[in-house]
T-cell receptor, first 118, second 113 residues
Framework: GAVVSQHPSWVICKSGTSVKIECRSL??????MFWYRQFPKQSLMLMAT?????????EQGVEKDKFLINHASLTLSTLTVTSAHPEDSSFYIC??????????????FGPGTRLTVL | AQSVTQLDSQVPVFEEAPVELRCNYS??????LFWYVQYPNQGLQLLLK??????LVKGINGFEAEFNKSQTSFHLRKPSVHISDTAEYFC???????????FGSGTRLSIRP
């Protein structure tokens, strides 16, 4: 089946620094990728929808200047948490959808990245 | 507002017993429903999905779910669980007017030997 990878799987950083998380679709091309945030024992909250070659669409309440998303190719999207603070500590998950598909088609999820900001 | 509710945060059951994980969604003209499973330290995997047609949907690993429009529910069931079914299960919904999937808060299924 389709595989989505994320790198790194976990990262610890100091407050005020920036962290980049990569999301790759390994065996298919994804025109659309999604970034989610998951707090402990809570659901996945959609942060933004990333379309290849265009600006990401952010959900209400998500700071686009803080969570920079780049989808430069059909197999790679990156999320950069800028000037990270302890409250940004969370589990970040990406998913990818194959091109030409709509909402009814499967999203393939990455294994997630655990970010801890000290 | 579009939403999905999973009534049980945790469900403990004995091995080989049946299980039902409950899910309700906010009503809409048309809706697409999903169940995902997240094993420890892994990404989400699609168990099954309802798009249209038969209200009883069969998925992987012996799971099935039934779409009930009148009760706006999409409960997940398995007649006999195994230790390997221990995981977090997420119900999700998408509406025809949007392309995003909205997730429920999740139900942790723990299997006792």
């Amino acid at each position: 089946g389709a595989v989505v990878s994320q790198h790194p799987s976990w990262v610890i950083c100091k407050s005020g620094t920036s962290v980049k998380i990569e999301c790759r679709s390994l065996d298919f091309q994804a025109t659309t990728m999604f970034w989610y945030r998951q707090f402990p024992k809570q659901s996945l909250m959609l942060m933004a929808t990333s379309n290849e070659g265009s600006k990401a669409t952010y959900e209400q309440g998500v700071e686009k200047d803080k969570f920079l998303i780049n989808h430069a190719s059909l197999t790679l999207s990156t999320l950069t948490v800028t000037s990270a603070h302890p409250e940004d500590s969370s589990f970040y998950i990406c998913s990818a959808r194959a091109p030409g598909t709509g909402v009814t088609d499967t999203q393939y999820f990455g294994p997630g990245t655990r970010l801890t900001v000290l | 507002a579009q939403s999905v509710t999973q009534l049980d945060s945790q469900v403990p059951v004995f091995e080989e017993a049946p299980v039902e994980l409950r899910c309700n969604y906010s009503s809409s003209v048309s809706v697409y429903l999903f169940w995902y499973v997240q094993y420890p330290n892994q990404g989400l995997q699609l168990l099954l999905k309802y798009l249209s047609g038969s209200t009883l949907v069969k998925g992987i690993n012996g799971f099935e779910a039934e779409f009930n429009k009148s009760q706006t529910s999409f409960h997940l069931r398995k007649p006999s669980v195994h230790i390997s079914d221990t995981a977090e299960y997420f119900c999700a919904v998408s509406y025809s007017s949007a392309s995003k999937i909205i997730f429920g808060s999740g139900t942790r299924l723990s299997i006792r030997p």
